[in-house]
């Protein structure tokens, strides 16, 4: 089955920094989502992104479908970024999404 | 509008027993997925179920079921239940069945067993 690797596996910022979390799938896919989980554990969608560039206030995910990856950019990171990042893909033709190994990022103040 | 809702939001149970876990979707969604998270795991496909019939089933054994009502409510059942169940059971919905619109999930069942 398909294989989906996220890096870093850890990452710690200070408020204001700046940081890119890598998503690399080993085949094809049909779509992919970024989802923040809160500590509270709610997965919370970012993008619904399987190509090309999307922004949202200081987030912005770009999809290379044909290079198989996904990049997900936090500018100007805040406490409240705090939690685990998620890629999700899903190959065509099929029903369930595939969860990366999660980011895990922590904001200090 | 209403998010994915889900309930109950915590729940304790003992080995052996069965647990019904509850999903209603959002309006107009008619895909809705199981999936469970086990503590510093990503969260692993159980069910997708669209227009009230199962349309995928995960690695899962037979004491797991679903099922989906025509309001397009869905229920997870697990019988049997074994410490290794204790997770966080999402539910998700779509419009469509096959990736082609994003997945919405709602807060989780924080499932402990004894």
């Known amino acids: 089955g398909i294989q989906v690797e996220q890096s870093p596996p850890d990452l710690i910022l200070q408020e204001g920094a700046n940081s890119t979390l890598r998503c690399n799938f080993s085949?094809?896919?049909?779509?992919l989502q970024w989802f923040h989980q809160n500590p509270w554990g709610q997965l919370i969608n970012l993008f619904y992104?399987?190509?090309g560039t999307k922004q949202n206030g200081r987030l912005s995910a770009t999809t290379v479908a044909t290079e198989r990856y996904s990049l997900l950019y936090i500018s100007s990171s805040q406490t409240t970024d705090s939690g685990v990042y998620f890629c999700a893909v899903v190959t065509s033709g099929t029903y369930k999404y595939i969860f990366g190994t999660g980011t895990r990022l922590k904001v200090l103040a | 509008d209403a998010g994915v809702t889900q309930s109950p939001t915590h729940l304790i149970k003992t080995r052996g027993q069965h647990v019904t876990l509850r999903c209603s979707p959002i309006s107009g969604h008619k895909s809705v997925s199981w999936y469970q998270q086990v503590l510093g795991q990503g969260p692993q496909f159980i069910f997708q179920y669209y227009e009230k019939e199962e349309r995928g089933r995960g690695n899962f054994p037979d004491r797991f079921s679903a099922r989906q009502f025509p309001n397009y409510s869905s229920e997870l059942n697990v019988n049997a239940l074994l410490l290794g169940d204790s997770a966080l059971y999402l539910c998700?919905?779509?419009?469509?069945?096959?990736?082609?619109?994003?997945?919405?999930f709602g807060n989780g069942t924080r499932l402990t067993v004894t």
């Open positions: 998700a919905s779509s419009l469509d069945p096959l990736g082609d619109s994003p997945l919405h």
């Open positions: 085949d094809s896919v049909n779509n």
């Open positions: 992104i399987p190509s």
